[in-house]
């Protein structure tokens, strides 16, 4: 099989040719396990073939179902772990992980992906993450930057994370629960 760009709309074409493939099935052995392991453990991957459509399935005990029937939070997490998995050592960019996702579910994400950037060796040189998520906004192990389109430059300006600048975009301030932010 030769080298395909990975990407939403060729996911499950790419991962079951990856499956298929001798060379680079190690490759899916670790997508697999790292989507059945804590705190993941979702079930094991398989597929189906029908009228032309390959499907991701995923078993766990003596359940199976497609991929597609168990929401989307799921496949941007199998998508996720196979880019990771696929792509080490590169730039992992991530568009608004909140999407679909628990606040709990975008905690242990956040902190997969860190633990892959800080490990030895690193897996991950940098994780870029796009969000409207406070979750990443009064955090000190990551840096918040502001980007802003300048219409009539037609170029955007990358600046300093301030309350100001989130009042405006937001259309207002934001209002923080009694106690603070649950991430459990």
Same mark, same amino acid.
């Given at each position: 099989?030769?080298?395909?760009?990975?990407?939403? +709309?060729?996911?499950?074409?790419?991962?079951?040719?990856?499956y298929l493939d001798k060379e680079r099935y190690s490759k899916f052995?670790?997508?697999? +396990?790292?989507?059945?392991?804590?705190?993941?453990?979702?079930?094991?991957?398989?597929?189906?073939?029908?009228?032309?459509?390959?499907?991701?399935? *995923?078993?766990?005990?003596?359940? %199976?179902?497609?991929?597609? %029937?168990?929401?989307?939070?799921?496949?941007?997490?199998?998508?996720?772990?196979?880019?990771?998995?696929?792509?080490?050592?590169?730039?992992?960019?991530?568009?608004?992980?909140?999407?679909?996702?628990?606040?709990?579910?975008?905690?242990?994400?956040?902190?997969?992906?860190? +633990?892959?950037?800080?490990?030895? &060796?690193?897996?991950?040189?940098?994780?870029?993450?796009?969000?409207?998520?406070?979750?990443?906004?009064? %955090? @000190?192990?990551?840096?918040?930057?502001?980007?802003?389109?300048?219409?009539? @430059?037609?170029?955007?300006?990358?600046? &300093?994370? @301030?309350?100001?600048k989130r009042e405006r975009h937001f259309m207002g301030k934001r209002? *923080?629960?009694?106690?603070?932010? @649950?991430?459990?």
């Amino acid at each position: 099989m030769t080298d395909v760009e990975l990407s939403p +709309k060729n996911f499950k074409q790419w991962l079951f040719g990856l499956y298929l493939d001798k060379e680079r099935y190690s490759k899916f052995e670790e997508v697999q +396990k790292l989507f059945n392991a804590k705190p993941f453990e979702f079930g094991e991957l398989g597929f189906s073939h029908d009228k032309g459509q390959t499907e991701i399935m *995923v078993k766990k005990g003596a359940v %199976r179902l497609p991929i597609s %029937r168990m929401g989307s939070g799921l496949q941007q997490i199998l998508f996720l772990i196979a880019t990771v998995v696929v792509y080490k050592n590169k730039l992992l960019g991530i568009e608004e992980l909140e999407i679909n996702l628990s606040p709990k579910a975008q905690k242990e994400i956040f902190e997969i992906l860190k +633990k892959y950037v800080n490990s030895s &060796p690193n897996v991950l040189d940098q994780v870029i993450i796009t969000s409207h998520s406070d979750y990443f906004e009064d %955090r @000190e192990d990551v840096k918040c930057f502001a980007v802003e389109l300048n219409q009539q @430059e037609s170029s955007s300006k990358i600046g &300093p994370w @301030e309350e100001k600048k989130r009042e405006r975009h937001f259309m207002g301030k934001r209002v *923080v629960p009694t106690g603070g932010w @649950e991430w459990d």
